[in-house]
């Protein structure tokens, strides 16, 4: 059959088959994961691609948009803002958003992200002007949660879903920063006085807590000592006495005589006598005694040493 085909005519098929065999590969579309293509037949949209193999149909459907579902995040400038007490400030905000509608994100607005951040500004400017100065510096968190809500709400319609708003900076007029400088370097200065105020009575009570406790120990040293005289002296005092019944025990028990007795007391005499006592009462059974004594004294030494 190919015997009778000339070779323009051989030349010409085999163009026309490379001809078919890359408008097939050119039509030939693999959608990676998180991404969507979204097609148009004949100028309408037809459908939307997600995932894996897909063979688009030459000259009739053409693919108009490919979409990343991933979260994306838009840093937009800084927009001048005017608060409730009219103080002009310089704020710049990040949206975080997801595209979950492709055909709705390729038709519902023109420009999207341009869309996005008008409708982020004007958010912002209403928010703001119903704060003050004080509560917008301060009210971060209720003022990305307000803009978040409306923010999602009106680009609902555009397959756009708005996960998070976060305000990066807010810049007042310098003379205001100046003066909020001040205002922070006295506030420092204040806490500072009150640190050392409180350290320094901190340090008074301990040394008065130290002197009160060393107080409190010197008089119990005191009190010790004294209560161990004290003790040391009744100590002495019960051996003394425990002498003398020991004394009176012994003598009670060898029985002694009125003689003796009598002698014993003419002794504690004789000792009393080399004192200083200029009078001593002498009972008359020891001055018998006495007597006795003296006189056999005499008789000894009268009597002469016999041969």
């Given at each position: 059959m190919f015997d009778n085909i000339s070779v323009p005519g051989a030349v010409a098929i085999a163009i026309l088959v490379v001809l078919v065999l890359i408008?097939?590969?050119?039509?030939?579309?693999?959608?990676?994961?998180?991404?969507?293509?979204?097609?148009?037949?004949?100028?309408?949209?037809?459908?939307?691609?997600?995932?894996?193999?897909?063979?688009?149909?030459?000259?009739?459907?053409?693919?108009?948009?490919?979409?990343?579902?991933?979260?994306?995040?838009?840093?937009?400038?800084?927009?001048?803002?005017?608060?409730?007490?009219?103080?002009?400030?310089?704020?710049?905000?990040?949206?975080?958003?997801?595209?979950?509608?492709?055909?709705?994100?390729?038709?519902?607005?023109?420009?999207?992200?341009?869309?996005?951040?008008?409708?982020?500004?004007?958010?912002l400017r209403n928010i703001i002007g119903e704060l003050e100065l004080d509560q917008s510096l301060t009210s971060r968190d209720t003022i990305n949660a307000?803009?978040?809500?409306?923010?999602?709400?009106?680009?609902?319609?555009?397959?756009?879903?708005?996960?998070?708003?976060?305000?990066?900076?807010?810049?007042?007029?310098?003379?205001?920063?100046?003066?909020?400088?001040?205002q922070m370097k006295a506030e420092r200065e204040r806490r500072e006085s009150i640190l050392q105020a409180e350290g320094e009575k901190a340090s008074k009570?301990?040394?008065?807590?130290?002197?009160?406790?060393?107080?409190?120990?010197?008089?119990?040293?005191?009190?010790?000592?004294?209560?161990?005289?004290?003790?040391?002296?009744?100590?002495?005092?019960?051996?003394?006495?425990?002498?003398?019944?020991?004394?009176?025990?012994?003598?009670?028990?060898?029985?002694?005589?009125?003689?003796?007795?009598?002698?014993?007391?003419?002794?504690?005499?004789?000792?009393?006598?080399?004192?200083?006592?200029?009078?001593?009462?002498?009972?008359?059974?020891?001055?018998?005694?006495?007597?006795?004594?003296?006189?056999?004294?005499?008789?000894?030494?009268?009597?002469?040493?016999?041969?």
């Open positions: 408008v097939i590969v050119r039509n030939i579309y693999i959608v990676q994961q998180s991404r969507a293509y979204v097609v148009e037949r004949l100028g309408a949209f037809h459908s939307v691609w997600g995932v894996g193999f897909h063979l688009k149909v030459p000259f009739i459907e053409r693919v108009v948009k490919k979409v990343s579902l991933k979260e994306q995040v838009a840093d937009f400038d800084p927009q001048p803002v005017i608060t409730k007490d009219n103080v002009t400030m310089q704020i710049d905000t990040v949206i975080y958003f997801q595209i979950t509608d492709p055909k709705l994100y390729t038709y519902g607005v023109e420009y999207p992200m341009n869309a996005i951040e008008n409708l982020t500004a004007t958010t307000k803009m978040r809500t409306i923010l999602d709400e009106a680009t609902d319609p555009w397959g756009i879903k708005v996960n998070r708003v976060e305000l990066k900076n807010i810049l007042p007029p310098r003379e205001i920063q100046n003066a909020m400088e001040k009570i301990l040394v008065a807590e130290g002197e009160k406790q060393s107080t409190l120990l010197r008089a119990d040293a005191a009190k010790q000592a004294k209560i161990m005289a004290a003790e040391a002296e009744a100590t002495s005092i019960m051996k003394v006495q425990q002498a003398l019944a020991d004394a009176m025990r012994m003598l009670n028990e060898n029985a002694p005589n009125d003689q003796v007795i009598k002698l014993k007391s003419l002794e504690a005499l004789e000792k009393m006598a080399d004192g200083k006592a200029t009078k001593i009462i002498i009972p008359s059974e020891i001055q018998s005694l006495a007597g006795l004594a003296a006189s056999a004294k005499a008789l000894v030494e009268n009597d002469p040493p016999q041969a």
